[in-house]
């Protein structure tokens, strides 16, 4: 298909935070009591939560979402080929897709389609079965990402990682990797290829692993 998409968030979520200042400050073993450090604490959260939405190239909190497909085509899209939505997952309340389609300026049923969830894929159903998408413009209006509550335990556990150590290094050269002080100083310092394409200021190494897991590509 020949065309253009355009993505567009409608209903924006109060906060992207991935974790909350409770979770972190027990993670550091800071009494709840104490809220000398909350101000910074929480602004670490906001700097890893966006820090991990960029390199994962999505937003994992739930938000309402607007995509608008055109195909250059009148055919549109080839008969089984699924429209592809910009965000994922895509919300479900009560076992039931949060998605509304209009395609060619109508509404279409529950029945004239088919939604992958997890994957934010679009299945055209005709009375054959399986059929074409062929309406100009399609516009998808849907919530996407995961309420609260509900984001994935290890992509919680890497933002903690990074929330905690940034919090925790705060006045150490953030690229600084090691140093021995014996006789004479010997340092060594991050760079492209030692931080995984990753600053190390946002996102420690170890974390990687769990993030590339949850990289948004398009085929």
Not at 8 to 22: E, K, N, Q
Not at 105 to 124: A, K, S, T
Not at 141 to 166: C, E, M, N
Request: hydrophobic residues 40%.
């Amino acid at each position: 298909m020949t065309g253009y998409a355009i993505h567009r968030c409608v209903t924006p979520a109060a906060s992207l935070a991935l974790v909350d200042l409770d979770q972190v400050k027990a993670e550091l073993k800071i009494s709840p009591a104490d809220t000398s450090k909350d101000a910074q604490i929480q602004a670490n959260i906001e700097q890893i939560s966006q820090a991990i939405n960029t390199y994962c190239d999505r937003i994992f909190v739930r938000q309402g979402y607007r995509d608008q497909i055109r195909s250059t085509y009148s055919t549109g899209l080839c008969c089984g080929t699924p429209l592809v939505l910009r965000q994922r997952p895509i919300a479900v309340d009560d076992g039931v897709p949060v998605v509304v389609i209009t395609e060619g300026n109508i509404v279409l049923m529950p029945d004239q389609w088919e939604v992958d969830e997890q994957m934010g894929r679009i299945y055209r159903l005709d009375a054959g079965g399986i059929g074409a998408w062929g309406g100009n413009p399609i516009v998808v209006d849907y919530d996407a990402g995961y309420d609260a509550g509900k984001i994935p335990a290890d992509l919680q556990a890497a933002a903690l990682k990074s929330v905690t150590a940034r919090y925790s290094n705060v006045g150490r050269d953030p690229m600084l990797r090691s140093q021995t002080i014996p006789d004479v100083v010997a340092e060594s310092y991050w760079s492209s290829e030692t931080s995984g394409g990753l600053s190390s200021t946002a996102i420690p190494a170890e974390a990687y692993a769990v993030l590339e897991a949850y990289v948004l590509r398009f085929m």
